[in-house]
């Protein structure tokens, strides 16, 4: 992956490990909120984020779930949500090119709760950015051919699938190369899951 957030060498793991990452702030070290970092056990690489405290299960998406994509609503203030809607651009259809990792929990969003210094409270999380054999979540009867580029479903958000076939050029932003074809699992109604090599990177 292009080394293209400020690195973290040794991040502070409020719950043990990146994939469970899910903590309200203030984080016990605000400088890496927004920073990467590659976590030795699993061999992952993560870019430390807020989620926006709106994402919950009022929303068209749903709360958040481990395999969904995460989008850029704040990239100044390293704020992300699992609902198009609400992605940085304004225009729903554009969260295609503005996925910033993977969700690797179900991460919670408090509303209308402050901190104690009367801030809103957000909670903070591990987006995958880097991984090999990762697992995406997809809706049933999307597009998932082994070898091809994932990209974000512009149909069914906040899923990923993958382009038609291995020749197929993609028209925005790649996330990384499929490694299986269909889905497996299940993820709730009409969701499954796909793994694949993931590699994303933003620069903005």
């Known amino acids: 992956m292009p080394a293209i957030y400020s690195f973290i060498a040794n ?3 409020p719950n043990g490990t990146p994939n469970l990452t899910n903590a309200p702030s203030p ?5 890496e909120i927004g920073k990467r970092f590659t976590d030795q056990n699993t061999g992952n690489t993560y870019l430390r984020v807020y989620l926006d405290s709106g994402a919950t299960s009022a929303t068209a998406a749903g709360a958040v779930k481990a395999g969904q994509l995460a989008y850029w609503k704040d990239r100044v203030n390293n704020i992300v949500t699992n609902d198009n809607n609400f992605n940085d651009t304004g225009t729903p259809a554009s969260a295609v090119n503005r996925v910033a990792g ?3 929990t179900a991460v919670t969003a408090a ?11 957000q909670y903070y999380c591990d987006l995958l950015v880097s991984g090999v054999e990762q697992s995406l979540n997809a809706s049933v009867g999307a597009t998932v051919v082994d070898g091809c580029a994932v990209i974000a479903d512009g149909s069914n958000f906040p899923n990923a699938k993958t382009v038609a076939t291995v020749t197929t050029a993609p028209t925005q932003q790649v996330l990384g190369y499929a ?3 269909g889905i497996t699992g299940s993820v709730g109604a009409g969701a499954g899951t796909f793994l694949a090599d993931v590699s994303i990177g933003f620069i903005d």
């Open 111 to 121: 509303p209308g709760v402050n901190q104690a210094n009367g801030t809103p409270q």
């Open 102 to 104: 993977i969700f690797q």
């Open 27 to 31: 984080p016990y070290a605000p400088g």
């Open 11 to 13: 991040p502070y793991m």
């Open 179 to 181: 490694r299986q074809t």
